[in-house]
């Protein structure tokens, strides 16, 4: 059993009650467990790769007695539809990095609206993610931990607005260079590079800006730099220089975060089959499935 399964199988508390194990005819087995722990209801739903409750944890569905659910998804099929949202960072479908999710919802099952969750890499990076109780015209605010799990410092931020806006904070131990002490690029609606701020470790920042014309090409670059009581020491506009750009957001990265956020709420494991009859040869001891 991996780690993951054991971290998951040991929140739910010892019952003496049997689970049930249905066995699905793709060769995957949805477990249900008919007590979780005080502040869940019954049953935490899981679905494993293999049959009698074996292989890979794919997904499960906790309901909380006080309201609102949690769904843990690894399986690669789902993560792939979710990974669309690296589109918007200009990453790609970036589904075949992921390793699982854990996101929060307002209802029942994996039903409502998805208000926060967690996603890990399978290189080991964590990114926690929040969307709902944000400031207003954001639509998602994601912090990337240095430590496995929630745990080290934040190494960045990502800020998705509405309007097509993305903001990054790269903060220090994030791999900038050396005298560096945080960089922050902002991209405006369209999707360009708007300015890039640079705070260095003697106090001084530097604060550049790109300008571009009506039709989104490139016409000038800004640069300020002040000093650390904030005083501007110098000034500087010139023509552009080196490669285009990057262009993050925009418009149609919103549309696509909008359709990547649309596929977390998957189907509930088993749902297909959950109202079919159980035979008796289906449905197992606990102790005699793990």
């Not at 479908?93 to 992921?98: E, F, I, M, R, S």
């Not at 996101?103 to 990076?125: H, R």
């Not at 400031?135 to 800020?159: A, M």
């Not at 359709?259 to 008796?280: D, E, H, M, Q």
């Amino acid at each position: 059993m991996n780690e993951t399964q054991s971290v998951l199988q040991s929140m739910a508390q010892a019952s003496s009650k049997p689970e049930q194990i249905i066995n699905q005819p793709d060769g995957t087995s949805v477990v249900l467990l008919p007590q979780g722990t005080a502040a869940e209801s019954d049953p935490v739903i899981r679905e494993f790769s293999k049959p009698d409750g074996q292989g890979t944890l794919l997904e499960q569905v906790v309901d909380f007695r006080a309201g609102g659910s949690d769904v843990f998804i690894a399986d690669p099929k789902i993560l792939a539809q979710i990974g669309q949202i690296g589109t918007v960072f200009g990453a790609g479908n970036v589904g075949d990095q992921l390793a699982s999710l854990d996101i929060k919802f307002t209802g029942a099952n994996g039903t409502g609206s998805a208000t926060s969750g967690t996603a890990v890499t399978k290189t080991g990076d964590t990114y926690q993610f929040e969307l709902a109780g944000l400031p207003p015209g954001e639509l998602v605010s994601v912090r990337e931990f240095s430590g496995p799990g929630l745990s080290g410092q934040i190494e960045e931020t990502i800020n998705v607005f509405n309007d097509g806006r993305v903001q990054f904070n790269m903060l220090g131990g994030s791999g900038l260079p050396n005298g560096v002490k945080a960089m922050q690029e902002n991209f405006n609606e369209q999707g360009n590079l708007a300015t890039v701020r640079t705070q260095l470790s003697n106090g001084e920042v530097v604060v550049e800006a790109l300008n571009y014309d009506a039709s989104g090409k490139e016409v000038s670059q800004t640069v300020e730099t002040f000093n650390a009581q904030n005083q501007v020491v110098s000034s500087s506009t010139s023509a552009p220089s080196g490669p285009t750009p990057p262009q993050i957001g925009g418009q149609a990265a919103i549309q696509s975060i909008i359709a990547a956020l649309s596929s977390l709420n998957p189907p509930v494991p088993g749902s297909a089959v959950a109202t079919a009859s159980i035979p008796s040869h289906k449905m197992t001891l606990a102790a005699s499935a793990h």
